[in-house]
Structure formats: structure tokens, C-alpha cells
């Protein structure tokens, strides 16, 4: 059974910086895309960042495009969101999501696995 377990959520100042994690289990996911979404309430799960795992070709949202960086741990089996000049706008629970694909995509329908979610909330 493949679980996503994110961490790393808090409370942070903006122009700080924050890292989550994802970890994963339940099988390797090298071959396979992951991605990072965010979601605020009310609104629809919206793509930030994502990774192939084989070559770690990465993938941006316009929003966080030279804010965020999203990178892997192969033998950890573990996803990171290093990210950085947060602004308030950033705040919202982020998901880690697997697919059974290489390609990378920024639907939230072709991802087949979701984690739980981590809040970051960034203060002004």
C-alpha cells in the first residue's frame, strides 16, 4: 500500500524560508513523477512544483517559479519543497502527490496518490 506523509508545516514570517518533506512507502516511485499542491479554502487544489524522479527534471508553477525548489532523495524515497521568499499568498495546506507515470503533469486528476497534507501559514 503506497502512503505520502508530508511534514514540515508551520508558522513563518514573510521573506523566510521553509522545507517539507514527503515521505513515501508502499514501493519506489524512481521512474515515476511526484508534485507538490497547495490548497487554500474554497478554492481547487492548485499545482505548484513536481519532479521525475529517474533524472529530476523539475517543473514550476509561474507563482513559485525562483521561490521554490522542489528535489528527491532516491535512497531516502523522499520528496522535498525547499522554499523560500515566502510571501503571504503562499499560505495553504500542502499535498505531496504520486503518479504512475514519468510525465509530469500540473492536473491534480492525473496524480494517483495524495498525502495528508501540511498547513504553512505565513504571516505578514
Known amino acids: 500500500q503506497v502512503q505520502l506523509v508530508e511534514s514540515g508545516g508551520q508558522l513563518v514570517q514573510a521573506g523566510g524560508s521553509l522545507r517539507l518533506s514527503c515521505a513515501a512507502s508502499?514501493?519506489?516511485?524512481?521512474?515515476?513523477?511526484m508534485g507538490w499542491f497547495r490548497q487554500t479554502p474554497g478554492k481547487e487544489r492548485a499545482f505548484v512544483a513536481a519532479?521525475?524522479?529517474?533524472?529530476?527534471?523539475?517543473y514550476y508553477a509561474d507563482s513559485v517559479r525562483g521561490r521554490f525548489t522542489v528535489s528527491r532523495d532516491s535512497p531516502k524515497n523522499t520528496m522535498y519543497l525547499q522554499m523560500s521568499s515566502l510571501k503571504p499568498e503562499d499560505t495553504a495546506v500542502y499535498y505531496c502527490?504520486?503518479?504512475?507515470?514519468?510525465?509530469?503533469?500540473?492536473?491534480?486528476?492525473?496524480?494517483?496518490?495524495w498525502g495528508q497534507g501540511t498547513q504553512v501559514t505565513v504571516s505578514s
Open positions: 502527490a504520486a503518479a504512475n507515470s514519468a510525465v509530469i503533469f500540473t492536473a491534480m486528476q492525473r496524480y494517483d496518490y
Open positions: 508502499g514501493r519506489s516511485f524512481r521512474g515515476y513523477a
Open positions: 519532479i521525475r524522479w529517474n533524472d529530476g527534471f523539475t
